[in-house]
């Protein structure tokens, strides 16, 4: 009867114990997060939570445990913990958040960006912000019909709207939507006028038009000259006169277009080469 009191009391003891370690434990860790010890507060924590006996915690220590973690780059310990505040209830938005970026981190972007989504679901402010960094990892993971609706809504709120068009524009690229591409970059430049990404990028598109241009005008002088050339077709006559009014119009609206991609990006020598081909051609 004796040794079955002494193993009942030596039971009450460790169990005492450990609830004393565990105390103590999350009192320090409490320190380390106040010094930005954040490896040292993750490792105090999880140990602490791990044997916590009868002592009760909050359960928004959770949101810290996983902050700690996150800080000292403990991806995984970011993630389990994230997700028992979340279950908890417990600043759920910023839980979302954070999770998100640990996945960005772990270069799982699918994952990120529906973190990303849910702490937009569930925030109620700064979506403006999360719109923009759930672009970015949608862009990165080349989810590009989510970044195209991600970076748009960040635009529309104003939040980095430079950039947030740019990358909109890109990412329709990516997918060939090449008209969209073109509408994105110019509803970007009327807001954004001086922006160098936007100027260089919309200023490319016109002077791939221009080219086109210059090439059906250049195509249209060429054909004439053939059928000179094979005696059916005299300079003098009026219709070899019509087939240069042809090509002219073609020339006059490559240097209308060509002209604008020079105001955008003065320094785009294609642009140049091409107005000096067009000017040359309707001498």
Same mark, same amino acid.
């Given at each position: 009867m004796k040794k079955v009191l002494l193993i009942a009391a030596g039971i009450c003891f460790s169990v005492f114990t450990f609830a004393q370690d565990a105390a103590e434990k999350i009192n320090q860790a409490q320190e380390a997060m106040? &010094?930005?010890?954040y490896a040292k507060a993750y490792t105090l924590y999880d140990?602490?939570?791990s044997n916590l006996g009868d002592v009760q915690v909050d359960v928004s220590v959770n949101f810290n445990i996983g902050f700690a973690a996150y800080k000292s780059e403990n991806l995984e310990g970011a993630i389990k913990y994230f997700d028992k505040a979340i279950e908890a209830g417990t600043n759920v938005p $910023?839980?979302?958040?954070y999770k998100a970026l640990a996945y960005n981190?772990? $270069?799982?972007?699918?994952? &990120?960006?529906?973190?990303f989504e849910k702490a937009i679901e569930t925030a109620t402010e700064g979506k403006d912000e999360l719109y923009f960094n759930a672009g970015i990892a949608a862009y990165r993971g080349k989810?590009?019909?989510?970044a195209i609706d991600l970076f748009g809504k960040a635009f529309d709120a104003g939040y980095k709207g430079e950039t947030a068009i740019?990358? $909109?524009a890109v990412a329709l690229k990516a997918l060939d939507k090449n008209d969209e591409y073109k509408a994105a970059l110019e509803q970007g430049i009327a807001k954004y006028a001086g922006d160098e990404k936007l100027s260089k990028a919309l200023a490319g598109v016109?002077?791939?038009?221009g080219n086109e241009l210059y090439k059906k005008g250049a195509a249209i002088i060429s054909?004439?000259?053939k059928k000179v050339n094979a005696g059916s077709l005299k300079t003098d006559d009026p219709a070899y006169a019509a087939e240069l009014e042809k090509s002219k119009a073609e020339f006059t609206a490559a240097v209308a277009i060509l002209e604008k991609a020079k105001a955008l990006d003065a320094s785009n020598a294609n642009a140049q080469k091409l107005l000096d081909a067009c000017a040359a051609a309707m001498k």
């Open positions: 106040k &010094a930005k010890d140990e602490a939570m $910023k839980c979302h958040e981190d772990k $270069k799982d972007y699918p994952n &990120a960006v529906a973190c989810l590009n019909e989510k740019y990358y $909109k016109y002077v791939t038009e054909e004439a000259n």
